[in-house]
């Protein structure tokens, strides 16, 4: 069975559909963040939101760091999974359940280092799945939140993998000269990517079904 695939930073309508018939099972729409490429208003994900078909997921990146701003934006942009991508507190998970039943919380892990696991470890029993991106969350002048194009040490998401049950994406710098390794070092369940197929920031369609056939060979034993 393939990796199911995330399709992050859309952009536009266009972009939605371009992305859904290439076979994504999930796009990713970026709300305000404090660096990186690709937000956009929350009324334009809204919009995207409302074109995209059933059985493909909606996700919805925020920065936000409490469960009241979260509740707030997903009201407002009507999709069906939230992505933080900021540190959280454990005990807002359980706020985010009883005010947004059936949606899908999702949360970032930043793969710095070795201390990433335990992150990973804490936050896994509370959430539908983790993503694992590059990232400096405690950068001294801006905090790097993802969206970077560059990979990290994928040792330590292979041993993410294996310490929780959770679902996990692996996400950060992937391209399709590197998704096979990239899958085979980690084993993760499922991909996210966003620079890796785009070209002067637009969704490019050769490199988005290059990379779709690269990565449906790489998880199905193919290479």
């Not at 469960?67 to 454990?90: G, K, L, M, S």
């Not at 990433?116 to 405690?138: E, N, R």
């Not at 390794?181 to 980690?186: L, V």
């Not at 369940?189 to 637009?202: A, E, F, K, Q, S």
């Amino acid at each position: 069975m393939r990796a199911p695939i995330k399709i992050c930073c859309i952009q536009d309508e266009n972009e939605a559909k371009l992305a859904i018939d290439c076979g994504a099972e999930a796009l990713g729409l970026v709300s305000e963040m404090p660096s990186g490429w690709g937000p956009i208003p929350e009324e334009v994900i809204g919009r995207i939101a409302k074109t995209i078909p059933p059985f493909v997921t909606s996700v919805l990146l925020t920065s936000k760091t409490n469960a009241r701003d979260i509740i707030e934006q997903q009201q407002v942009t009507q999709c069906n999974a939230i992505q933080i991508v900021d540190a959280f507190p454990i005990s807002e998970y359980a706020l985010l359940r009883q005010a947004m039943p059936g949606i899908s919380i999702l949360q970032a892990v930043h793969v710095y280092g070795t201390e990433s696991i335990d992150h990973a470890k804490a936050v896994a029993p509370h959430v539908d799945g983790l993503i694992l991106d590059t990232g400096s969350p405690h950068g001294a002048d801006v905090r790097v939140l993802g969206g970077t194009g560059q990979t990290h040490d994928w040792t330590i998401s292979a041993a993410i993998v294996q310490a929780v049950s959770t679902p996990v994406f692996l996400a950060g710098g992937l391209k399709t000269h590197n998704i096979a390794e990239a899958m085979q070092t980690t084993k993760s369940y499922g991909i996210d990517l966003c620079t890796g197929v785009r070209t002067n920031t637009h969704l490019d369609p050769d490199k988005l079904r290059a990379f779709m056939t690269a990565a449906r060979q790489a998880t199905q034993g193919e290479v």
